[in-house]
């Protein structure tokens, strides 16, 4: 390479040719992380920069004083070209399409010093594995004003020059500003999306109503009279959703249901091993035809009552049962929704189509049809007012997941032409918390004082998705509401509140660690490790307490008229995530005082896992034995 063959005869402090470009070292050590995705840049690093590669390659320096406060060091620099030359060998080797970062993004990675009165990097050395960078830094020389076509401080080449390095010391952090600003840009193009799919959600259950896009604003009227214009714009505001009145949950919805859709939600169940067969497929159904004069109640209770719920089994995966990390409950699928379904993989497909046709899911029809035995799929029989093809929203908790599943199932939902768009719950509940982490269904049912039992079975869960998204939507419209006469004066309160717990919790997380944290001793004595975390002989053995006898008690505090205490048992468990997590380990750790029961307990269980087919007692009707 001609870049090497001068290197030998150049000395440091020597000029860089006019016309040659260069790169910030800085930034090229980071390149492959900065602009890749992960895969690719870790087969990018360990190829060509991880262990001393870099290094081994060898790289010719320059160096160049920023003339910038906010730089002390210089900025070293590599020729473009040897940049180029690292490019095309992970081109010919990994067959990656790499290429230099866009100019208009990514200013300061190709600097040119070409312009007039432009001051040019000079040499520094070779790097390699004898040379060390630092020592080389070392050996740059102090910046000197009096030096050589150094600009005036004054001059306007000296304002593109500093321009040009302030984009170079940009380009070596790992995060550009130009990165942040897409980054903050994709998360409110993320936040405006969410709150759209709140609105429309809204419109499609009659509690907002669509923008009238013929209306003009009256303010720019000047023939009207002040009475009259401001009524106009009462209608002009209500037309474009910019001041809605409350909704009063106790008469029907005050507007048109837009579209007049059914909402088909689907939850899909897998096992947690293996290659995460599928165990249940739970389908619940809104009718908003059914919504037409009946008041939503309070959080929507009275609109639930209309869901329609379906619960369907795998035979071929019966026996298997979630513990590991969630608790199955498939044969728990709540009586007030309805009773399960065996099908198999072969029928699945068929099974679940047909809640997505005429007369979608309706009990009283479905009733009419026959059904010889299990292994025959339901068959609908239809009337005039339910053989009317409708459009379909498909609903879900996290939905790219359940249709991945579906698909795995042999049904492809994307297909279906009249299913017009999908609501994630977990995007509904953002936007109306205002908070950009998703929550899990527990937390969002707790959140609108609603009581889930046996989440993780498919039907039951499919059922609560379609609750919560009715609760969302109306919850939604009344913290608008509350939005509307939120004066300046009480932001700027709320803001003074914010900062003023902020500081409290630095203050008190400061005390803590100054009481912790402190001056002089030695740490004490060893902390003897506790066996496989068995507890040790100081430990007292109590009884363990686990979720299920938690939701055991909750369900008989219902049963006895407790219904209230039974809501705040439930938030109070689901508001930690990990309960449940310690609960489990709770159960597969006994006390020391009823070890040897448990374990002569489980291999009764085992013994008899091994006489039943697979551990579970199947029905007749697929081949269990008698």
């Not at 049912?445 to 498919?458: F, I, P, R, S």
């Amino acid at each position: 390479m001609k870049i090497l063959e001068e290197s030998a005869t150049k000395f440091i402090g020597q000029e860089a040719p006019k016309d040659w470009k260069f790169c910030p070292i800085a930034a090229v050590t980071k390149w492959p992380y900065k602009f890749f995705q992960r895969v690719d840049s870790e087969t990018i690093a360990r190829a060509f920069f991880a262990a001393g590669k870099f290094r081994i390659r060898g790289w010719t320096l320059y160096y160049i004083h920023t003339l910038l406060h906010t730089a002390s060091k210089p900025l070293i620099l590599i020729p473009a070209t040897e940049v180029q030359a690292l490019f095309d060998d992970i081109k010919r080797d990994l067959r990656l399409l790499v290429y230099f970062p866009d100019a208009e993004k990514e200013p300061g990675f190709v600097l040119s010093f070409a312009e007039k009165d432009m001051p040019l990097p000079r040499y520094l050395g070779r790097l390699d594995l004898e040379h060390n960078l630092d020592e080389m830094e070392a050996q740059i020389p102090p910046y000197n004003d009096d030096m050589a076509a150094n600009p005036r401080r004054d001059s306007r080449s000296f304002a593109a020059f500093k321009k040009k390095m302030e984009a170079a010391i940009e380009a070596t952090k790992q995060k550009s500003k130009a990165q942040k600003d897409r980054k903050k840009k994709d998360r409110i193009n993320l936040k405006h999306s969410w709150c759209e799919e709140m609105k429309r959600t809204q419109c499609y259950l009659g509690i907002r109503p669509r923008v009238e896009t013929h209306m003009k604003d009256p303010s720019s009227d000047l023939t009207i009279g002040p009475r009259e214009l401001e009524k106009a714009l009462q209608r002009y505001n209500l037309s474009q959703c910019i001041e809605l009145p409350d909704v009063d949950t106790s008469e029907p919805a005050p507007f048109p249901f837009y579209k007049n859709v059914v909402f088909i939600c689907v939850d899909v169940e897998a096992y947690e091993k293996m290659d995460r067969p599928i165990t249940e497929v739970g389908i619940s159904t809104l009718d908003t035809n059914d919504l037409v004069g009946l008041p939503p109640g309070e959080i929507g209770k009275c609109w639930m009552k209309q869901i329609r719920s379906r619960h369907f089994r795998i035979k071929e995966t019966a026996h298997l049962s979630n513990s590991e990390f969630v608790a199955g409950c498939a044969d728990h699928f709540e009586p007030e929704f309805g009773q399960s379904e065996w099908v198999s993989f072969k029928d699945a497909p068929q099974v679940i189509a047909s809640c997505f046709c005429p007369p979608y899911s309706r009990p009283e029809i479905l009733a009419e049809a026959p059904t010889s035995s299990y292994d025959e799929a339901p068959t609908a029989i239809t009337d005039e007012r339910d053989n009317q093809k409708r459009r379909l929203i498909l609903v879900g908790h996290d939905i790219t997941m359940d249709i991945n599943y579906l698909r795995k199932l042999g049904y492809e939902v994307s297909n279906i032409s009249n299913v017009i768009e999908s609501l994630d719950t977990a995007n509904l509940y953002r936007a109306w918390k205002h908070e950009q982490n998703p929550s899990k269904l527990g937390v969002t049912l707790v959140d609108l004082e609603l009581t889930g039992w046996n989440l993780h079975n498919a039907g039951n869960d499919a059922a609560y998705t379609l609750q919560a998204l009715i609760g969302i939507a109306l919850s939604a419209r009344k913290c608008e509401a509350a939005r509307l006469v939120d004066t300046g004066a009480q932001r700027q309160n709320r803001a003074e509140t914010l900062e003023r717990e902020a500081r409290e919790r630095a203050k008190e997380e400061a005390d803590e660690w100054a009481a912790a944290d402190q001056d002089g001793g030695d740490g004490g004595a060893p902390k003897p490790l506790e066996r496989f975390g068995w507890p040790t002989s100081e430990t007292v053995a109590a009884p363990v307490t686990t979720w299920r006898d938690r939701k055991r008690e909750q369900r008989a505090t219902v049963q006895s008229g407790g219904v209230q205490g039974a809501k705040q048992s439930e938030a109070a468990y689901t508001a930690t995530p990990s309960r449940k997590q310690e609960d489990s380990k709770a159960e597969e750790t006994p006390s020391v005082g009823t070890f040897s029961q448990s374990m002569s307990e489980k291999m009764a269980m085992f013994e008899k896992q091994d006489e039943d087919d697979g551990g579970v007692k199947l029905p007749k009707q697929f081949g269990a034995a008698a």
